[in-house]
């Protein structure tokens, strides 16, 4: 597992700026926090290559065409790979975020397609099954939200080149 990283508060302040606005400069960061360039970039280094922080553009799938979300909610045979399942469940290229929950199910899956229910179909009925611990699933397709924004996997992105 990964380690958390303890944020301090030049750090915290430095997320929440690029939360507002991940584009926002350098140099407009300095005059914000009052920090020198060299020491916003190395922060800024550190923190992306911990994991801690990811800059990227996201989408509101609800104001693009032909993209389709949906959970999927998945009950495992043996809970002691539970953790080896969820793994195994995130690397499928259709899933946005796979998440160990407690509750009547074991994992929620945050899925996204481009195109048309057909490709939910095949994910429920091919690449979800093609993982041997799934005992059971069940789909929800998410028909609006608020204040979701997700990051496009690669294989959408080469489909707009």
Do not use: C
Not at 37 to 66: E, Y
């Amino acid at each position: 597992m990964k380690e958390k990283k303890n944020l301090d508060d030049l750090d915290k302040k430095l997320i929440r700026h690029l939360s507002e606005d991940g584009r926002m400069p350098v140099k407009h960061l300095v005059e914000k926090l009052n920090i020198s360039n060299p020491t916003i970039n190395t922060r800024m280094k550190h923190l992306i290559n911990s994991g801690a922080l990811k800059i990227a553009g996201l989408v509101d799938i609800f104001r693009v065409k032909g993209l389709i979300m949906a959970l999927v909610a998945i009950g495992v045979k043996d809970d002691s790979r539970l953790d080896e399942t969820l793994t195994k469940i995130s690397e499928l290229e259709d899933v946005h975020s796979a998440y160990a929950v407690t509750g009547r199910y074991d994992v929620f899956a945050e899925v996204v397609f481009h195109g048309d229910i057909e490709e939910l179909y095949f994910f429920m009925s091919q690449s979800l099954p093609s993982i041997e611990n799934i005992g059971s699933s069940e789909s929800f397709v998410i028909m609006k939200a608020k204040k979701k924004w997700v990051l496009l996997p690669p294989k959408f992105l080469s489909r707009w080149d």
